[in-house]
Every structure is written in structure tokens, then in C-alpha cells.
Nanobody, 125 residues
């Protein structure tokens, strides 16, 4: 069982930046593909970004490409999401998520076996 704990959410004005962090409890963190997912009020969860176990491969949802960047530090069991040029439509609860497989990336919400509790991001116009 992998436990994930997000931090770094908050309120920001449109055009601003936030950095989300996620700490994973597993000692084999580099064996996991990690991702960030989000759920806006009244909507289904959606994929945001993913990174492979060694960090060599990343992929993003079209809505965040060029604005968000996912990274990881396997020595610290951490994964990050740098969010720049935030827009009101980025308002959501953001979840850190993981699944076993260090060479892969996952672009579907249903592919992730482990989720954190989420951190709220609010972007005002």
C-alpha cells in the first residue's frame, strides 16, 4: 500500500503560480509512475500530468501544456507540479496519484491505483 500526501494548494489570482508537492510513503518510489489528477466542482476527475519512474518521460493534458511542469526527486520520494499562468478554469482539487511501473506513463484517471487526499487550488479572475 502506498500513501500519498499532497501540499501546496491555495488561492491565487489569474496569471499567478503555485507549486504542488506530494510525498510518497513507499521505499520503492522510483518503481512507480506518478501523476497529477484534478477534479473541478461538479465534474469528473481528469488527467493533468504524468511522469515515469526515473523521470525520463512526461506527458500533459492539452489544457495545461506549456503552463504546468511535473517533476520528481526519487531521493526524497517527492513529486511536484509547477503551475504557471494559472487560469480560473484550473480551479479544482488536485490529487497526486501513482501506479506500479517505472518505464511507463499513464494518461487515464482509471489507471492510477493510489491517490492522495487532494489539495484545493482556487484561481480567481
Amino acid at each position: 500500500q502506498v500513501q500519498l500526501a499532497e501540499s501546496g494548494g491555495g488561492w491565487v489570482q489569474a496569471g499567478g503560480s503555485l507549486r504542488l508537492s506530494c510525498l510518497a510513503s513507499t521505499p520503492t518510489f522510483s518503481n512507480y509512475c506518478m501523476g497529477w489528477l484534478r477534479q473541478a466542482p461538479g465534474k469528473e476527475p481528469e488527467f493533468v500530468a504524468t511522469i515515469s519512474g526515473r523521470g525520463a518521460t512526461t506527458e500533459y493534458a492539452d489544457s495545461v501544456k506549456g503552463r504546468f511542469a511535473i517533476s520528481r526527486d526519487n531521493a526524497k520520494n517527492m513529486v511536484y507540479l509547477q503551475m504557471n499562468d494559472l487560469k480560473p478554469e484550473d480551479t479544482a482539487v488536485y490529487y497526486c496519484a501513482g501506479t506500479l511501473g517505472y518505464t511507463i506513463i499513464k494518461l487515464s484517471v482509471s489507471d492510477y491505483d493510489y491517490w492522495g487526499r487532494g489539495t484545493q487550488v482556487i484561481v480567481s479572475a
